[in-house]
C-alpha cells in the first residue's frame, strides 16, 4: 500500500521557513509534494499580504530567491517533488481559475514549462486551485498528459469529457459506492488510481483544521481494505498545533504496517 502527502499553495508568498515548520520532521519520512503556483496572484487567505488580496498583480515564483534556493535543495535531497497548481491561482469573479479562466491551456503549458526551467525537473502532476475543474480545465490538463490529484469526483456529462476509460472508470466508482453502502450524495475518495486515455487521477483525504485522526484512520482503513493507496492533502498555512500533531499521529499509525510504502505523489501512479 502507498501513502503519499500532498501540501498546496508553494508560491512567491510562501517563505522556506513556512515550510520547514511543518515538514522538518515529516519530509524525512515521506517526501512531500509541493502543489506550486508559477505566477501567484493574491486572493484572501491566511499568508498572503492583506494589500495582495485584490491587487490582481502576479508574482513569478523566481522573484523569491530564498524560496527557490530552498526547493532546489529539498528537490535534491529528494525530501519533496513540485506539482503545477493551477498558474496565478486567482479568483475569478465567476469561478476559481480552472473553472473560469479563458485560456487554461496555455496556463497548463507555460505553468509546467515555467516551473520546469526554474526547478529543473519535469511535472508530472496537475492539482487544481480549490479542487476545482470547469470540463474544458479538464480537457486542458488531460490533453497536456498530467495526472490530476483532486477531491472531487465528478462524472456528469458536463463536467468531464469523455474517452474510451471513461464508461469503465464510472462502473468501478459506482461498484465501490455501492459495495461501502453509501447513496449518492454520500462523499467519499476512491481508493484506486482511474486511468484515463492520456492521463490518470487519484483522490486525496483532506487535512484541514476540523478533520480528526479518527476520520482519517477510517479514510485509511477503508483504502486499505480495498487494496488501494492512500493521500493526506494539506495547505502547510493552516498546519498548527493540533493538526500537525493529526498528521505526525496518522503517520506513525501507517508505519506499523509493514507493508506501507511512503512514497511521493508522482509515485501514486506508477503501474
Ligand atoms: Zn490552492
Given amino acids: ?8 499553495d508553494t508560491c512567491y508568498f510562501t517563505s522556506p521557513d513556512a515550510l520547514t515548520r511543518v515538514y522538518s520532521d515529516v519530509w524525512d ?36 530567491g530564498d524560496l527557490v534556493a530552498a526547493l532546489r535543495e529539498l528537490l535534491e535531497r529528494r525530501r519533496v517533488t513540485v506539482a503545477l497548481h493551477g498558474y496565478t491561482h486567482q479568483d475569478f469573479p465567476r469561478g476559481f481559475e480552472f473553472q473560469a479562466a479563458p485560456d487554461p491551456e496555455r496556463r ?5 514549462q515555467y516551473l520546469r526551467g526554474l526547478l529543473r525537473r519535469d511535472i508530472s502532476v496537475f492539482v487544481p486551485p480549490h479542487n476545482a475543474l470547469s470540463k474544458r480545465g479538464l480537457s486542458a490538463v488531460a490533453a497536456a498528459g498530467l495526472n490530476i490529484l483532486g477531491s472531487f469526483l465528478s462524472f456528469r456529462p458536463s463536467m468531464r469529457p469523455w474517452d474510451r476509460a471513461t464508461l469503465a472508470n464510472w462502473w468501478r466508482v459506482r461498484r465501490f459506492r455501492a ?3 453509501r ?34 484512520v477510517a479514510g485509511f482503513e477503508e483504502a486499505r481494505r480495498a487494496g488501494g493507496d492512500f ?13 500537525k500533531q493529526v498528521m505526525l499521529r496518522l503517520l506513525d499509525y501507517a508505519a506499523r504496517y509493514a507493508d506501507v510504502r511512503f512514497v511521493a505523489v508522482e509515485d501514486l501512479f506508477a503501474r
Avoid at 500500500?1 to 498546496?8: E, G, N, P, V
Avoid at 462523499?187 to 476520520?215: I, K
Avoid at 493521500?231 to 493538526?243: F, I, K, S
Fill in 1 to 8: 500500500m502507498k501513502f503519499a502527502i500532498r501540501d498546496d
Fill in 29 to 64: 519520512r515521506v517526501p512531500v509534494g509541493l502543489a506550486t503556483v508559477p505566477f501567484a496572484i493574491g486572493y484572501e487567505r491566511a499568508g498572503i499580504p492583506r494589500e495582495h488580496w485584490h491587487s490582481g498583480s502576479a508574482f513569478p515564483l523566481e522573484q523569491n
Fill in 108 to 112: 497548463v503549458r507555460e505553468g509546467r
Fill in 179 to 181: 459495495a461501502t453502502g
Fill in 183 to 216: 447513496s449518492k450524495s454520500d462523499r467519499f475518495v476512491y481508493p484506486h488510481v482511474l486511468r484515463y486515455a492520456g492521463h490518470a487521477e487519484f483522490g486525496c483525504h483532506s487535512l484541514v483544521p476540523a478533520t480528526t485522526l479518527e476520520e482519517l
Fill in 231 to 243: 493521500c493526506l492533502a494539506t495547505h502547510y498555512w493552516e498546519v498548527g498545533d493540533a493538526m
